[in-house]
DNA sequence: TTTTTATATTGCAATATTACGATAATAAAT
DNA sequence: ATTTATTATCGTAATATTGCAATATAAAAA
């Protein structure tokens, strides 16, 4: 076993899952934080600022780009990487909704 | 190797990864709705409408049942799950925050 | 052109997660 | 007391994730 059973759930279910699962590692929240506060956009920045082998951090790039959270721009022979605010805050707006949606209790 | 290296993050950054990481799962998202929309708490009506084994879902209720936003009562020889509202709350304020201190970019 | 610098990709080892059958534990029903 | 029903835990197999060294790629600098 150890896979996922996707078919069993909505498509909703399972969007929603995976923004949960991108968001769901410490280096991933470190890096969208460090480009947005300390605008360490560059992505040799990140690797030094954040202390993990540069092909990991490209690994977790890669995640946050997956679901349209970053976009990456060459500038000379780095990569600037930025987030996208539009997604940003259509995913905000599709988590704040499953929290709204979800409060009514039964007990 | 394979271990999330936690030490190089900050508290609250792990704690935040924690919370998503949890809700990054297609059966726990469906598990939370479930609760809450068709009031099905008692945890067989869960593994029937949900269609996973028995062990799968009881695993799934504990890691939610790990950052406080599941309850277990029983009830008779069932055990009835509710939502904890305070701590969905608290949860989902944290997340907002996030999204809310991260919005400001570079580019 | 060669070298240097920055990033991506590949391959691999270690660990984690998902899922389930089997079994234990507990409480109601007989 | 025995059976039945419900949930938790254990053990295990399959798959996924994390992390890094090594290497490939691409662009600027020398």
Known sequence: ?????????TESQ??????FKVLGHPARVAILQHISVQNACIC??????IGLAQATISQHLKELKSIGLLDGEVEGK???YCIN??????IQEQLNL????TKSNCC
Chains 1, 2 share one sequence.
Request: with cysteine; charged share 20%.
């Open 1 to 9: 076993m150890g896979i996922t059973k996707s078919q069993i759930f």
């Open 78 to 80: 780095s990569m600037c």
């Open 85 to 90: 605010m539009d997604r940003w805050n259509t």
């Open 98 to 101: 499953f929290f709204n949606t």
């Open 44 to 49: 040799n920045d990140l690797v030094e600022e």
């Open 14 to 19: 399972n969007d929603l899952a995976h923004f």
